[in-house]
């Protein structure tokens, strides 16, 4: 059970590295937003939950247990509540 708990928590840290790739940082949203910004951090959160996701089911798939899939969705949710934040803030 321990190894596919540190399997779960390698592909939700994995998964909201992702997302690094795709947003910017809360300090650059909050220091250089325009009129793109929010529409920018929007597609690269779509793109950033996709692929956290994908990556949580292939590997849930490939462990036959959902539970790297379930840390994948806490993982989004809290991605996508922390950048709407930095948008709002």
């Known amino acids: 059970m321990n190894e596919k708990v540190a399997l779960a928590a390698v592909t ?10 795709f947003c ?13 910004t929010e529409r920018d951090v929007r597609d690269g959160e779509l793109v950033g939950s996709l692929f956290a996701l994908a990556l949580g089911a292939a590997v849930s798939a490939l462990v036959r ?8 969705i806490a993982v989004v949710a809290v991605m996508v ?3 709407e934040w930095a948008l709002k803030s």
């Open 12 to 21: 939700a840290v994995e998964g909201a590295h992702a997302y690094s790739a």
């Open 24 to 36: 910017p940082s809360i300090f650059t949203i909050r220091r250089f937003k325009d009129e793109k």
């Open 65 to 72: 247990d959902p539970l790297p899939f379930y840390f994948s």
């Open 81 to 83: 509540v922390t950048y």
